[in-house]
């Protein structure tokens, strides 16, 4: 919605992102920036020669010349378009004066430009970058510069961190330009120094071939991590606001592999030892690319071969009753018979062998099955790639509500953000599981939403279905998705408990751990044992980690505590003595302002409203007595600078300045104005009441705190056993690693 002012200015545009694209940027603020890439650039240059490894990364190197370069080049044709416009009246970004932003769905700018020397690490995501999140940072650095703050946009998401914690980087680039200099962050590597630590480990392909491999998948210093995002979101759950969404009820659905699968499973793993293609006894052709690409063509065929075999040759394999698609077909049927009534609806997601007409895919594969097999109409299923124009889109998501279409059949991308089709979903179906934690949630929250009536029918539970199969990584991507998405939610939230946190290896670029491979292949009950060992060491550190902090807590709460108590005591003996010196005044002038006792309180009060209008010093200054002790005066500003009133003390002969209001600030109440010092003295009891009451507070809560203080953790040795054992286990598994990396390293170095 836009609002327009008279005076032309608008209040508010709402643009789509592609639309905010379109708009023209500040020349002068894309120097800034690229000035500050050249600099990350020559700054890492710089380092490889100081190390003196420059010759062993010579394709380094080659490539940030070669970035140098582009840089260099991009840095002169701006030069020479801001001088060719230095007369001409040019509207862009800076000169429509947008002093914010609000990116909505801010997950999409993630892929923002930045500099590193870790090239070959695996899992820092995109370096490179895109042309549009380079368009938000240059209109975000514009709004920074003129305002000098790190200030300027406000990103909204509900997946904040999609895949990897080196995505913070990014949004403190965005965010926190200024902060992450006054750390003496100047690039990525900087900040991975700081917050993250290089692993080379042993990785094995999703098809079998094994290398060593670096990868940033430890974090370190990771409260301070945390504290550092906080610093700048707002974090909210549906638990935090008791939002009104149905519970999630996960099962994770194994099949044993057909026979076509374990056929295939053997095949690729002489693939990827031979790099032959006949191996793999497929009919398409070979690849034009097949001895640059090896490792990722198979592993594509892996993952295409794990959900159906007919996504490799539709004409060479056939269906089989315990394939996904069958599985799913099943799976679907029951819940459409057991919702029927309600006009339940369920979504099945995969971003693998989508709808396409005339071509076999595993969406037309299962509608045909619960057709042909089930006696489900046909125009209860749908397909979202079917809807071409966004008014069919949301007549398609329309019916889905009213229970029309039963069954809907969608990608991630088509079928997840911004689908709101939950009003009687009953069920999701994975039927692959995506590589990321933000996928799996944006297509749970089509149906885990706000506004589904399974609330009022259904138990208010969605059943939410994944599918793999054994004997390939379908579990393990499984329940590395889910460990990745909570250490995404301890950030979010700020309930870090630990301070190192490793992120596992396998991603979609590459593969896997060795020793966890062979741990789901192999069955090897030590490299399970060890895994089952290593969760039971990291909650009992954890539990430790909070047990330790609450000791602490305490022991510092009861210092605190008895200092406070002795400064109280001494507080109330001060207090005390100006009681008693009050009780004892035998004078007859109650207040004097420059040597004159006034003799009514109408005019005390004006004299004192007079020192209320003029009085402009913030220091305290002397203007008068009060029964004998000092009447103080001292003017307030805002932090505008600007004036904000007078307020008044009475200096107690203890040395004490007791407040007593904005005396004589209102000229209608001189009478009462003239009698609150006065009033101020008579009360003081009531201060050493109170102090009295805080006192008798904290020396109730000593004894309490001292018990919390001298416990003791009763898991120590539990924690020492499991430690122990993990160790031996871990020696026995090195050894066994061993012998089996001196057999298969050798087939890899040949191929």
């Known amino acids: 919605m836009l609002s327009k002012r008279f005076d032309n200015n608008w209040d508010c545009i709402i643009l789509t992102h592609d639309q905010f694209g379109k708009i023209p940027q500040s020349d002068v603020t894309k120097r800034t920036i690229f000035e500050e890439e050249l600099a990350d650039v020559e700054r890492s240059l710089d380092a490889l020669d100081e190390s003196g490894n420059q010759w062993n990364n010579r394709k380094l190197v080659k490539g940030l010349e070669k970035r140098k370069e582009n840089l260099g080049v991009l840095l002169a044709n701006l030069r020479y378009d801001i001088e060719k416009k230095k007369d001409e009246e040019c509207v862009d970004f800076h000169a429509m004066g947008i002093d914010h932003i609000f990116v909505d769905e801010s997950q999409f700018f993630k892929n923002l430009m930045f500099q590193t020397r870790h090239t070959r690490v695996a899992g820092i995501g995109n370096t490179v970058g895109s042309q549009r999140s380079m368009n938000l940072l240059i209109a975000i650095r514009d709004i920074q510069m003129r305002t000098g703050k790190d200030l300027g946009a406000t990103f909204l998401s509900g ?133 640059k690409a090896k490792m990722l063509i198979a592993t594509d065929i892996a993952r295409k071969m794990a959900l159906d075999m007919r996504m490799l040759d539709s004409l060479r394999f056939n269906d089989d009753p315990a394939n996904k698609a069958s599985m799913c077909a099943a799976k679907l049927y029951e819940y459409y018979n057991r919702f029927n009534a309600q006009k339940g609806t369920q979504f ?289 500003y805002h932090w505008t600078g600007s004036f904000e009133r007078n307020m008044f003390f009475i200096e107690g002969k203890s040395g004490i300045k007791y407040r007593c209001g904005m005396t004589g600030a209102l000229p209608q109440s001189f009478k009462y104005a003239a009698e609150y010092p006065v009033t101020t003295l008579a009360n003081l009891g009531q201060i050493v009441t109170r102090k009295n009451i805080e006192i008798e507070a904290k020396e109730k809560e000593i004894p309490m705190l001292e018990k919390i203080k001298d416990s003791v953790w009763t898991k120590t040795h539990e924690l020492a056993g499991l430690k122990t054992e993990c160790k031996i286990l871990q020696e026995k598994i090195d050894a066994s690693l061993k012998a089996m990396e001196e057999e298969v390293i050798p087939v890899e170095e040949v191929a």
């Open 159 to 291: 997946t904040v961190i999609v895949n990897a914690l080196t995505e913070l980087y990014v949004l403190f680039k965005y965010l926190r330009p200024g902060e992450l200099a006054k750390q003496k962050v100047s690039c990525f590597d900087a900040w991975a120094a700081i917050f993250t630590k290089k692993a080379t480990d042993y990785e094995l392909s999703v098809t079998g071939a094994i290398k060593r491999k670096e990868r940033f998948r430890t974090y370190i210093k990771v409260p301070e991590l945390a504290a550092m995002l906080r610093e700048i979101t707002d974090y909210r759950t549906a638990e935090m606001i008791n939002l009104d969404v149905p519970a999630k009820n996960i099962q994770f659905l194994s099949s044993t592999p057909t026979l076509a699968q374990e056929e295939m499973i053997n095949r690729l793993v002489t693939f990827a030892n031979s790099g032959n293609w006949l191996d793999l006894g497929l009919s398409r052709p070979e690849p034009e690319n097949l001895d």
């Open 348 to 636: 099945v997601f995969s971003d693998l062998s989508t709808y396409k007409p005339n071509e076999w895919n595993i969406y037309s594969e299962i509608k045909t099955k619960l057709v042909l097999d089930y006696g489900i109409p046909a125009d209860e299923i749908q397909f979202i790639q079917c809807a071409k124009t966004e008014r069919a889109r949301k007549k398609m998501i329309e019916k889905m509500n009213t229970g029309e279409i039963r069954v809907l059949f969608g990608s991630t991308a088509m079928l997840g953000t911004g689908v709101n089709a939950q009003q009687r979903a009953v069920a999701i179906h994975h039927l692959e599981i995506p590589w990321r934690p933000a996928d799996l949630e944006q297509r749970n929250g089509r149906a885990v939403r706000k506004g589904n009536t399974v609330k009022i029918w259904g138990d208010n539970k969605v059943d939410i279905f994944i599918y793999g199969t054994e004997k390939t990584l379908d579990a393990y991507k499984f329940n590395l998705l889910k460990n990745k998405q909570l250490f995404i939610s301890q950030i979010n939230n700020g309930t870090v408990a630990v301070r190192r946190m490793d992120e596992d290896s396998l991603d979609e670029n590459s593969g896997m751990n060795f020793a966890e491979f062979v741990a789901i292949l192999s069955g090897n009950t030590d490299l399970l044992s060890k895994t089952k060992l290593d969760n039971k060491i990291m909650q009992l550190e954890k539990e430790q980690a909070i047990f330790n902090k609450a000791r602490y807590k305490a022991e510092r709460t009861i210092i605190r505590h008895q200092e406070e108590i002795e400064e109280g005591k001494l507080f109330i003996q001060r207090v005390s003595s100006d009681i008693d010196y009050v009780r004892s005044y035998a004078g007859t002038d109650k207040i004097t302002m420059n040597g004159q006792s006034y003799t009514s309180l109408e005019e005390t009060g004006k004299a004192l409203h007079y020192v209320a209008r003029t009085n402009r010093d913030d220091q305290l200054r002397h203007i008068g007595n009060c029964m004998g002790l000092k009447l103080l005066v001292k003017a307030e």
